[in-house]
Structure formats: C-alpha cells, structure tokens
C-alpha cells in the first residue's frame, strides 16, 4: 500500500521560507507514474489545492493565491515531492497536506480533489506577521 509522509513544516515570520518534502513509499505494483498535489487547510476552511505536479511530465500547476511564491517539484530517484514557499504570509497559515494519483501522466488536477486517493497525515505552516 502507498503510503505519503510530509515533513518540513514550522513556524516562520511573514516574509519568510519553508521547503516542504513528501515521501512516496510502500508497494506501489505497476504504478510508476503519480500525479501529486499539496493541499492546505486553514482552521474553518475548506481544504484547498496548492500546487500539482506529474512526476511523469514535471509539468507545475499552481493555484492564483501561490503563484509567483510557491515552487513544487519531483526528485524520482529519492521518490520525493517538494514545495517550496517564499514570501510567506499569515493567510498562508495551515495544514499542508501531500496527495496522490496512482497511475497518473499529468494535468491540472488541482481543483479535483476527490480524485486524490492517498493522503499524508499533514504537517502544520504557521506564518506570523
């Protein structure tokens, strides 16, 4: 079973960075290829996409509050998705999840988010101002 593990979150003053890291492991079968997805949810908000990425075709997809500050990225070897956040700013505060699909060669799966079947556990972003 494939399991997803987040790891890199804290607590940074407005301005400031984090690199967030989410490692695929587990038995995967014939599924090479994934499309990943961090998702963030604030306290009494709807989880929201962030930013998307195949590791088949590396092609980003980000959404409009992150654009320009946020990067995500795929090292394949080490199985790993990165999100890294610049410019950070209080309302980027929340849980930062990491989601996949299996068996998947890309495109913008950002606002689809039932279409993510595996899910890490969240790590916590706190951005003071």
């Known amino acids: 079973q494939v399991q997803l593990a987040e790891s890199g979150g804290g607590s940074v003053q407005a301005g400031g960075s984090l690199r967030l890291s989410c490692v695929v492991s587990?038995?995967?079968?014939?599924?090479?290829?994934?499309?990943m997805g961090w998702f963030r949810q604030a306290p009494g908000k709807e989880r929201e996409g962030v930013a998307a990425?195949?590791?088949?075709?590396?092609?980003?997809y980000y959404s409009d509050p992150v654009k320009g500050r946020f990067t995500i990225s795929t090292d394949n070897a080490k199985n790993t998705v990165y999100l890294q956040m610049s410019s950070l700013k209080p309302e980027d505060t929340a849980v930062y999840y990491c989601?996949?699909?299996?068996?998947?060669?890309?495109?913008?799966?950002?606002?689809?988010?039932?279409?993510?079947?595996?899910w890490g556990q969240g790590t916590q972003v706190t951005v003071s101002s």
């Open positions: 989601a996949a699909i299996p068996d998947c060669y890309g495109g913008d799966w950002l606002g689809r988010t039932a279409e993510f079947t595996v």
């Open positions: 587990g038995y995967t079968g014939s599924v090479r290829w994934y499309c």
């Open positions: 990425i195949s590791t088949f075709d590396e092609r980003p």
